[in-house]
């Protein structure tokens, strides 16, 4: 019997070790999603608050350059144009996470405090929802003034297309495309990832965006060197934009704009777009805002013809902008909310 009893204590003693390693693990897990989640809302009102100032050396600086850096010596070392490109999206977005991981784990080793701040400052340097509004509200007071060549520098700004032309309603849609895109582009994806998987994805999300902006053209240069970083752009926002497709209907709601026509134009024009992501917030925008988007555009003096998008039901006027910027901080406010409310629900239930 005392073999027997022996034998009871030992495993007693095996089972409560494993079940400390499991509490102690449980415990961590819920300490880092607690860290994650606040570190999302610290940055989320970082960005509201400072925007990017533009002395700042933000991180996408940085990633902009390492393009230029890499892009002639790639594409000099290899044949393929195509595999040279996914060899510039692997160093520059793998090191991206790389580096802000192994940021973010140096300084959890150090002190938590530190990695709390750390990882609030790099997601709040992934959002761009202030600096977003300030650039097209630009627009705006320019248009107000009725000055045309200042309104077409602005623009230009914010968007790829020529602007040297633009009468008032094509810079007025350009911003408000702009907004729209960007709705996607600059506040719900980074918000997506960094709910996902932290400060190291939403800034590996920020170089695929990076990388897109440089090198993603459909032109002679960069249509094969450029192919897998569109492609990896498309497929890294089409969660994000068929969020903000449902959303921003939600949004156009409750600020008083009604939602079925906002959901109608989604359903009916968000496919039109050549890209698989854009034409869904600008489909939501150009519904709850009763105006036509897409058209004839310009880039470095060749005509694009885009698809039309919504059914204008009004002429386009200033006031527009200003309804697509508080449309965007709407959305922007809900999507975080959303995501905040869920990681709680996750806390709650470990």
Same mark, same amino acid.
């Given at each position: 019997?005392?073999?027997?009893?022996?034998?009871?204590?030992?495993?007693? =003693?095996?089972?409560?070790?494993?079940?400390?390693?499991?509490?102690?693990?449980?415990?961590?897990?819920?300490?880092? %999603?607690?860290? %994650?989640?606040?570190?999302?809302?610290?940055?989320?009102?970082?960005?509201?608050?400072?925007?990017?100032?533009?002395?700042?050396?933000?991180?996408?600086? #940085?990633?902009?350059?390492?393009?230029?850096?890499?892009?002639?010596?790639?594409?000099?070392?290899?044949?393929?144009?195509? /595999?040279?490109?996914?060899?510039?999206?692997?160093?520059?977005?793998?090191?991206?996470?790389?580096?802000?991981?192994?940021?973010?784990?140096?300084?959890?080793?150090?002190?938590?405090?530190?990695?709390?701040?750390? =990882?609030?400052?790099?997601?709040?340097?992934?959002?761009?929802?202030?600096?977003?509004?300030?650039?097209?509200?630009?627009?705006?007071?320019?248009?107000?003034?009725?000055?045309?060549?200042?309104?077409?520098?602005?623009?230009?700004?914010?968007?790829?297309?020529?602007?040297?032309?633009?009468?008032?309603?094509?810079?007025?849609?350009?911003?408000?495309?702009?907004?729209?895109?960007?709705?996607?582009? #600059?506040?719900?994806?980074?918000? /997506?990832?960094?709910?996902?998987?932290?400060?190291? %994805?939403?800034?590996?999300?920020?170089?695929?965006?990076?990388?897109?902006?440089?090198?993603?053209?459909?032109?002679?240069?960069?249509?094969? /060197?450029?192919?897998?970083?569109?492609? %990896?752009?498309?497929?890294?926002?089409?969660?994000?934009?068929?969020?903000?497709?449902?959303?921003?209907?939600?949004?156009?709601?409750?600020?008083?704009?009604?939602?079925?026509?906002?959901?109608?134009?989604?359903?009916?024009?968000?496919?039109?777009?050549?890209?698989?992501?854009?034409?869904?917030?600008?489909?939501?925008?150009?519904?709850?805002?009763?105006?036509?988007?897409?058209?004839?555009?310009?880039?470095?003096?060749?005509?694009?013809?885009?698809?039309?998008?919504?059914?204008?039901?009004?002429?386009?006027?200033?006031?527009?902008?200003?309804?697509?910027?508080?449309?965007?901080?709407?959305?922007?406010?809900?999507?975080?909310?959303?995501?905040?409310?869920?990681?709680?629900?996750?806390?709650?239930?470990?």
């Amino acid at each position: 019997m005392s073999d027997c009893h022996a034998l009871w204590a030992r495993n007693d =003693s095996g089972i409560l070790f494993y079940l400390d390693v499991i509490r102690v693990q449980t415990n961590f897990y819920i300490m880092s %999603l607690n860290i %994650l989640v606040y570190s999302i809302i610290v940055a989320y009102f970082l960005d509201l608050i400072f925007g990017d100032p533009y002395w700042f050396p933000h991180p996408v600086k #940085g990633m902009g350059r390492a393009v230029t850096c890499f892009e002639p010596r790639l594409r000099r070392i290899f044949r393929s144009q195509r /595999f040279a490109g996914f060899l510039l999206v692997l160093i520059v977005v793998g090191g991206s996470y790389l580096i802000v991981g192994a940021i973010i784990n140096w300084a959890g080793r150090v002190n938590l405090w530190l990695q709390f701040g750390i =990882s609030s400052f790099l997601v709040f340097t992934a959002l761009s929802t202030k600096s977003l509004g300030i650039e097209a509200r630009k627009v705006y007071q320019a248009l107000l003034k009725k000055n045309l060549p200042l309104a077409r520098r602005r623009v230009g700004a914010i968007v790829g297309r020529d602007t040297e032309n633009l009468n008032e309603e094509e810079i007025i849609r350009a911003t408000v495309e702009s907004v729209a895109e960007n709705s996607v582009d #600059g506040v719900i994806s980074p918000l /997506f990832y960094a709910f996902l998987g932290g400060a190291p %994805l939403a800034l590996a999300y920020k170089a695929v965006n990076t990388l897109d902006s440089m090198v993603g053209y459909r032109n002679k240069k960069y249509l094969n /060197f450029g192919w897998f970083a569109a492609k %990896l752009d498309d497929l890294a926002n089409w969660i994000p934009a068929r969020i903000g497709g449902l959303l921003i209907p939600f949004v156009s709601f409750l600020s008083g704009r009604g939602f079925r026509r906002t959901f109608q134009t989604v359903f009916q024009d968000g496919n039109k777009s050549p890209s698989p992501n854009a034409g869904i917030p600008q489909a939501a925008f150009a519904g709850s805002l009763g105006i036509q988007l897409g058209g004839c555009n310009f880039y470095n003096g060749e005509r694009v013809d885009k698809p039309l998008i919504g059914k204008g039901l009004k002429k386009k006027e200033p006031e527009d902008i200003l309804r697509a910027i508080q449309l965007m901080w709407f959305t922007s406010l809900i999507f975080f909310l959303l995501g905040v409310v869920v990681f709680y629900l996750i806390i709650r239930k470990c």
